[in-house]
T-cell receptor, first 114, second 112 residues
């Protein structure tokens, strides 16, 4: 599982409330990613990071911000949660497998915005 | 990432080989073919990937056609635990910042 944990695993919040999801990795990987998964859409990239304080936007970044102040932690923040952000959020890291690079995913966070 | 096409669902008898096809006719020369699976609501699990040559690991084999426009993932002896959604992705160039584009995948049901 590449040492990836996500917290919280489940969260229920109200519209307009700020929410922060945490992704933690223990193996010093440089690249980290946040995806969301919704029925009918597969996984879509929100933001990714290529190092401490280095982040970039993905396909569906509106309404989300990220921060990476330490190699091991990548935080995803919903400044003011909306019902459209109800989803399952997955964190991933890039790692080398058999001299090739690929991504490994965390267990996910289920977020319900009421 | 290049677009991929997979059948929406497949069945396979337990103990038999499961052959999952994928078309990626617009794949570019430096794009890899990746396979992931997702069991129920867990995080996607990496299975295998390759560029041009066939690949095998402890989970599966990947057969890529010579023109690289299609590939087949083979689970040699499917078990009930292999029931999952399987995603074929064409992309990534090993630069580290690549984005994986997940389509809808193939729902594989392994039947006792």
């Amino acid at each position: 599982d590449a040492g990836i944990t996500q917290s919280p695993r489940h969260k229920v919040t109200e519209t307009g409330t700020p929410v922060t999801l945490r992704c933690h990795q223990t193996e010093n990987h440089r690249y980290m990613y946040w995806y969301r998964q919704d029925p009918g859409h597969g996984l879509r990239l929100i933001h990714y990071s290529y190092g401490v304080k280095d982040t970039d936007k993905g396909e569906v970044s509106d309404g989300y911000s990220v921060s990476r102040s330490k190699t091991e932690d990548f935080l995803l923040t919903l400044e003011s949660a909306t019902s459209s952000q109800t989803s399952v959020y997955f964190c991933a890291i890039s790692a080398w497998t058999s001299a090739k690079e690929t991504q490994y995913f965390g267990p996910g966070t289920r977020l319900l915005v009421l | 990432d290049a677009k991929t096409t997979q059948p929406p669902s497949m069945d396979c008898a337990e103990g038999r080989a499961a052959n999952l096809p994928c078309n990626h006719s617009t794949i570019s020369g430096n794009e890899y073919v990746y396979w992931y699976r997702q069991i129920h609501s867990q995080g996607p699990q990496y299975i295998i990937h390759g560029l041009k040559n066939n690949e095998t690991n402890e989970m599966a084999s990947l057969i890529i056609t010579e023109d690289r426009k299609s590939s087949t993932l083979i689970l040699p002896h499917a078990t009930l635990r292999d029931t999952a959604v399987y995603y074929c992705i064409a992309g990534g160039s090993g630069a580290g910042s690549y984005q994986l584009t997940f389509g809808k995948g193939t729902k594989l049901s392994v039947i006792p």
